[in-house]
């Protein structure tokens, strides 16, 4: 932990000095500078560079693009894959208290940071990941972690401070997952991400392990060992948190949602479940007000649930998408929804109504995105 605040107390060359490339140190001022609201962007993970595109909402709920933003660094595609060549949720992340932007270049072993300026982009950082294939990022308060899918699988622990990404090598824990060449695709892990109050890092480990693993997290960084929950068959991927503070996790294997309580030692006990009669059900997001969304990237559909305070999970439909439907991801204000499409590389906008269910407002093509994944709503 010494390291952190000798880090802390550097200087902006010592700060930059961490780093891979850095830009004025004034992009880590962003969040004041006015701009419009209502912004999308969009990771391309694209081999020959990985780029962020930045679309900005129309009146019918529609996306523009405004910008593109090259990461300085390049996309991975793991073996196996089609329309989702990270295999994961969670490689684009928002600090919205920071104003900055996370992107995993998973061919680069490296980490991007931008500033945000309503829906421009200003790169402020790259850095090392600390590990092999960086596949999702978990941002809360000044903590940052990164997770390492290939060489083992491992989890990076960083310190944001002044914009900037700081590593903190005792917060490195290793997963010890034994993916082979013929099992990457189903064998890496899917998401790392943070309860809502922070006091608890999750990290799915797919069809590697079939457990969800909790570390207990403070201050001084994760706990040393995780609690680990086995659901054997399942294939636990992408997860989020429903409005009653449960932990909603998507089970490809089973093609099922399901509710978690999460208790102070980072046991799991589950609550309810639903099967989505869908296929390859791997990404699933929350809107505000409570509605679920899960990704079915066999299916080319999105499946709409709620749940209730006693963690009861109900299906409430299912909405067509273009092809190979991967992350999503609800605009701030609840009103819409946005739907990557790993297939063509499309991003489909659709209006979220009363109750939940969708209706399709427009379609984009994301230039470079196709098997793409990671997206963020303002």
Not at 51 to 71: C, D, E, F, K, M
Not at 121 to 149: D, E, K, T, W, Y
Not at 227 to 248: E, K, R
Not at 261 to 284: E, K, R
Request: charged content about 10%; proline content about 6%.
């Amino acid at each position: 932990m010494k390291s952190i605040w000798k880090l802390a107390a550097a200087t902006a060359g010592g700060a930059a000095a961490a780093a891979l490339s850095v830009l004025p140190a004034s992009a880590a001022t962003a969040q004041n500078w006015p701009g419009p609201a209502h912004a999308v962007f969009v990771q391309t993970d694209n081999t020959a560079g990985n780029t962020i595109v930045a679309y900005q909402r129309t009146a019918s709920g529609g996306l523009q693009q405004v910008g593109s933003y090259p990461t300085g660094g390049n996309g991975g595609i793991l073996t196996g894959s089609v329309v989702d060549h990270l295999s994961s949720e969670g490689s684009l992340a928002y600090d919205r208290q920071a104003g900055l932007l996370y992107a995993v270049n998973a061919g680069s072993n490296t980490i991007t940071v931008f500033a945000v300026r309503g829906d421009t982009l200003l790169r402020s950082q790259v850095i090392s990941s600390g590990g092999q294939f960086p596949v999702s990022i978990a941002v809360h308060g000044n903590q940052v972690f990164v997770l390492n899918a290939l060489g083992g699988a491992s989890v990076s622990g960083f310190v944001q401070f002044g914009g900037r990404l700081i590593p903190e090598p005792s917060w490195q824990r290793d997963l010890g997952l034994g993916t082979s060449s013929s099992t990457v695709f189903t064998g890496t892990p899917g998401q790392i991400g943070f309860t809502p109050d922070g006091s608890h890092l999750v990290v799915t480990t797919k069809g590697a392990a079939n457990s969800v693993e909790v570390f207990q997290d403070g201050p001084f960084g994760p706990s040393a060992q995780p609690a680990i929950t086995s659901l054997p068959g399942q294939v636990p991927f992408g997860f989020t948190f429903d409005q009653y503070g449960h932990l909603a996790l998507a089970e490809t294997g089973t093609d099922t949602v399901a509710a978690f309580a999460i208790a102070p030692d980072g046991s799991l006990t589950q609550l309810g479940s639903a099967a989505t009669g869908q296929v390859a059900t791997c990404w699933i997001t929350a809107a505000p007000g409570g509605t679920l969304y899960a990704s079915n990237a066999g299916s080319g559909t999105e499946s709409t649930l709620s749940t209730q305070p006693d963690g009861a999970v109900t299906l409430l439909g299912a909405t067509p998408t273009d092809a190979g439907t991967v992350d999503a991801v609800a605009s701030s204000d609840g009103q819409y929804l946005y739907v990557q499409a790993g297939g063509p590389g499309n991003v489909d906008a659709y209006r979220i109504n009363p109750g939940g269910s969708l209706t399709e407002t427009g379609s984009v093509t994301v230039p470079g995105a196709a098997g793409g994944e990671g997206i963020v709503a303002l």
